[in-house]
């Protein structure tokens, strides 16, 4: 059984998200998925670890969000860096994760990712408008540590 066979979500159309995302703002954006939490470790420690594995916080906004799901334990956390945290606070983000873990209850895990990528972008192009001369400062790749 291959890696992307035991994790129910659908890379490519995640990363299109992102990249349709991008288009509409100078933010960026990461999602990280992994089966479980280490042992030891909460949500929210875990998401901060893997923002500052990620090196989310050198972008020159500070501007960058981490999505972080770990579904069989049915935890998310997301993150985002100072830059846009000064616009959205914790409820937003949230919210945002409630309701991913709704669609996952449904099995419909693409879709919940999905689903939140498109309502944190609507946010972030509130606070952070595309620019004429924006750099994709992330990958939009994401990421699956199994």
């Known amino acids: ?5 035991r ?11 992102i990249i349709e995302l991008e288009k509409t703002t100078s ?3 990461r999602v990280y998925i992994e089966r479980h939490l280490p042992k030891n470790s909460g949500n929210l420690d875990r998401a901060l670890a893997v923002f500052q594995q990620l090196d989310m ?5 500070r501007n960058a969000v981490l999505i ?26 949230q919210t945002q994760c409630q309701a991913m873990i709704g669609f996952f209850k449904q099995q ?3 879709q919940g990712v999905v689903s939140a990528i498109e309502h944190i972008g609507r946010e972030l192009t509130l606070h952070f408008p595309i ?16």
């Open 7 to 17: 994790i129910p979500f659908d890379k490519k159309d995640i990363e299109a998200a």
């Open 68 to 93: 972080y799901i770990a579904h069989k334990d049915h935890q998310c956390s997301i993150i985002g860096d100072q830059g846009i945290h000064q616009f959205v606070n914790d409820q937003f983000w």
């Open 1 to 5: 059984m291959s890696l992307f066979s």
């Open 131 to 146: 620019q004429p001369d924006d750099v994709n400062e992330l990958p939009n790749e994401v990421i699956i540590n199994d």
């Open 108 to 110: 419909q895990y693409t």
């Open 27 to 29: 933010a960026e954006l």
């Open 57 to 61: 916080h050198k972008t020159a906004e």
